[in-house]
């Protein structure tokens, strides 16, 4: 038996149950690991309050990332051994000590990459590759902009995106993540609380707009972020941190300049094993060359995941989480 935290009914912070559960020997393609860390991220306070349905029904361990070391393969298995230090992402059951994994989620973690880290930054990290590099290809040139750019995601784009020569813009909700913002690569910050970050984003560009706004708050910043948009820019909304963008009039791209709008998931940019590799590849060279640190900002034992769920929605946070099993 080993520790983990469940969810038996769907609802608040309050429905995640810290308890002991069986963990049997890995099945054939299957690995047994034991995590070093849990990633925390907001799709899984999504699955946690029912906005996704969870896969394998009610009761499920929650959390999707997460790092550790092999400690037992199953059949069929050549890629990895016992012993080697693997992380993962997009597959329910990561808030435990030890679990069950299929092989063809696993992707083997580099020598100078620190397993905690890797534990809290498949997630954030692979989403912020495809955003920049798939959904848009950011390049020098580009001005972006950035909602939430000293979240979890937001201080990877900032980092990853000034790499690649962007102007970086980013809103912040306090004078204390404008600061870490800054310290990350943003090289504009709009206190949105304060400021109407569309007049102020026109302001900083001369009126030239961004190229791509980066919006995972979701309901509280549009449509205002269409008005940061150049004609013919992209609108990516790839998070519903306030709760989700409503249903609105297509007209309304047209109005505002011909405009684009998407939302991606990484499920989807990571659907075959080659796309899965190539997004953990990229985020894995990136980390090691120093020009993305991905630092974990807030560590919180197993059994304390409801506080953890409690700060993340609280927007109490900043950069990567995890929980230590």
Not at 50 to 70: I, Q
Request: with cysteine; aromatic share 8%.
């Amino acid at each position: 038996m080993v520790a983990a935290v469940r969810v038996h009914k769907v609802g608040g912070p309050d429905v995640l149950t810290y308890e002991e559960i069986d963990v049997p020997a890995p099945g054939p393609g299957e690995l047994r690991i034991r995590q070093v860390a849990c990633g925390i991220n907001f799709i899984d306070t999504y699955f946690r309050q029912g906005m996704y349905p969870s896969p394998v029904g009610l009761p499920f361990v929650a959390g999707n990332e997460g790092a550790g070391e092999v400690t037992a393969v199953g059949s069929g298995v050549s890629d990895f051994k016992v012993g080697d230090r693997v992380a993962y992402v997009i597959t329910l059951g990561g808030y435990a000590a030890e679990r069950i994994l299929p092989a063809g989620r696993a992707i083997k973690v580099p020598d100078g990459v620190d397993l905690a880290e890797a534990g809290g930054m498949m997630l954030k990290g692979m989403t912020a590759c495809y955003l920049l590099r798939r959904t848009f290809k950011v390049a020098k040139g580009h001005t972006i902009l950035i909602h939430a750019a000293a979240g979890g995601v937001g201080l990877i784009l900032c980092q990853w995106a000034r790499q690649l020569g962007a102007t970086v813009i980013g809103t912040v909700g306090s004078k204390e993540k404008g600061e870490l913002a800054k310290a990350n690569g943003c090289d504009h910050v709009i206190y949105y609380r304060d400021e109407d970050f569309p007049a102020r984003v026109k302001e900083i560009t001369g009126g030239a707009l961004c190229d791509v706004v980066y919006d995972g708050v979701g309901k509280t910043t549009f449509p205002a972020s269409l008005d940061c948009l150049r004609p013919l820019g992209l609108f990516v909304s790839f998070g519903s941190a306030s709760g989700q963008v409503e249903a609105f009039n297509i007209n309304i791209l047209q109005t505002k300049g011909s405009l684009f709008a998407t939302r991606p998931t990484l499920n989807h940019y990571a659907a075959t094993r080659a796309d899965y590799e190539g997004l953990a590849g990229e985020l894995f060279a990136v980390v090691k060359s120093g020009a993305v640190k991905i630092p974990v900002q807030h560590r919180y034992a197993l059994k304390e995941a409801r506080q953890a769920h409690v700060d993340l929605e609280s927007r109490a946070t900043t950069g990567s989480s995890i929980l230590v099993p």
